[in-house]
């Protein structure tokens, strides 16, 4: 049977270990369809592997080796070239081309590449089940599902036998036929049969049947006369048979486990005895011992009981503890952020350049104002002189 899965589980959800051993099965008849014997064994002089080969751990090393260059081999039969990896390459970087291939033909690998390093194990086999279904279908090769042969079920022939009495059906149709309400119709009346059977007589004697002729019928049709009885077991006769069996057998086997039991219940009886008598034996002799346990008992409860309040107040004292020394803590922080602002010169020297920035902006605001008073002045005497040459008067401004 060939499985074409080409999913590899995750280690959260792994197959059972029965898969690995079965993939491998497959594999082995897979590499046998693509001749893998004459064409890959023949050039190594090698032994053909078993059906368990990369499933049980043997030889790791030489696991390792061919599991490589079949891989190798596989991929070179998908129509890709790849170099043919050696015995003593690095198994990291022969592990690395193999999953590079592997990824490149669309196989997901979500596992470590120290599975692949061991040479066996349900990965290996994974790669290499992926690597021949491949190489089967680059070779036109298809699997098909096997074709079971059609069992044809025996037909059994049910042959209705007229002469055969089933002793139910009789039951049956007598119970439907004496059906009637009356009780006087029910009674079956031996008195109306016997001229029956007088007549039924007289016919017999009457008849000319030859003697020889009769016994050979007779033969012919006993075979055919046959009486199935069916054991019902909703019958009360089958019951009744079965409580008068279970009865005789415990009426057989009471005899005897009587005595046993008899027996059993003495030894128990004077075994319980023994063991009351002893109990009152050492109650007697650890009276004293007793009333010092319970003594230990009641102090050993007082004990436990000034523990607890004793730890309460030392899990309190732990709290205040803690906050007083995140106080201590916040308060040397503030120490130390004072003292190092203390010693620190650099406000000051930024206190200098903010007056001596200020200085500057000053001299500059002095010489604006200078500017704009001589703008000023200018201004007032060219407005004079046009007052004057308008009017002809002299106006002073100031």
Request: aromatic letters at 8%; hydrophobic letters at 35%.
């Amino acid at each position: 049977m060939m499985r074409n899965e080409q999913r590899i589980l995750s280690e959260k959800e792994q197959e059972p270990l029965y898969s690995t051993y079965a993939r491998m099965e497959d594999l082995l008849d897979k590499l046998k369809l693509l001749n893998y014997e004459s064409e890959f064994l023949s050039g190594l002089k090698i032994k053909p592997i078993h059906k368990f080969y990369f499933a049980v751990t043997k030889n790791p090393g030489e696991q390792f080796y061919l599991f490589s260059i079949l891989a190798a081999w596989l991929i070179r039969k998908n129509g890709r070239p790849f170099e043919q990896p050696q015995e003593f390459d690095d198994p990291n970087e022969t592990v690395d081309r193999i999953l590079n291939e592997v990824k490149e033909n669309g196989m997901v690998v979500d596992f470590s590449p120290n599975k692949i390093k061991q040479g066996v194990g349900e990965y290996v086999v994974a790669i290499l089940d992926y690597l021949a279904n491949i190489a089967l279908t680059k070779n036109n090769i298809i699997l098909k599902k096997p074709k079971l042969p059609e069992e044809k079920e025996e037909e059994t022939e049910i042959i209705d036998d007229e002469s055969e009495i089933n002793l139910d059906k009789i039951e049956e149709e007598m119970i439907a036929a004496y059906s009637d309400d009356s009780d006087e119709e029910n009674i079956f009346r031996l008195d109306e049969l016997k001229p029956i059977k007088k007549e039924v007589q007289a016919t017999q004697f009457k008849s000319n049947i030859d003697e020889e002729t009769w016994k050979l019928e007779v033969e012919r049709v006993l075979p055919l006369l046959k009486v199935t009885i069916k054991n019902d077991n909703r019958d009360w006769r089958s019951h009744l048979e079965q409580m008068k069996q279970h009865q005789s057998t415990i009426d057989n086997g009471f005899g005897s486990a009587k005595g046993q039991l008899e027996k059993l219940h003495k030894e128990i009886t004077t075994t319980l005895d023994k063991i009351n008598n002893r109990e009152k034996y050492f109650n007697r002799e650890l009276e004293s011992v007793l009333e010092e346990y319970r003594s230990l008992q009641d102090q050993l409860s007082k004990l436990k009981d000034t523990y607890k309040s004793v730890s309460t107040g030392v899990a309190e004292r732990n709290r205040e503890l803690y906050q007083l020394t995140e106080k201590l803590e916040s308060v040397k922080r503030q120490m130390e952020e004072r003292g190092s602002s203390m010693t620190d010169g650099t406000p000051l020297v930024n206190i200098k350049k903010s007056v001596a920035k200020v200085k500057a902006e000053i001299v500059d605001m002095d010489v604006r104002i200078g500017v704009l008073e001589c703008i000023l002045l200018q201004t007032k005497l060219r407005e004079e002189k046009q007052i004057e040459t308008e009017f002809g008067q002299s106006i002073s401004v100031f």
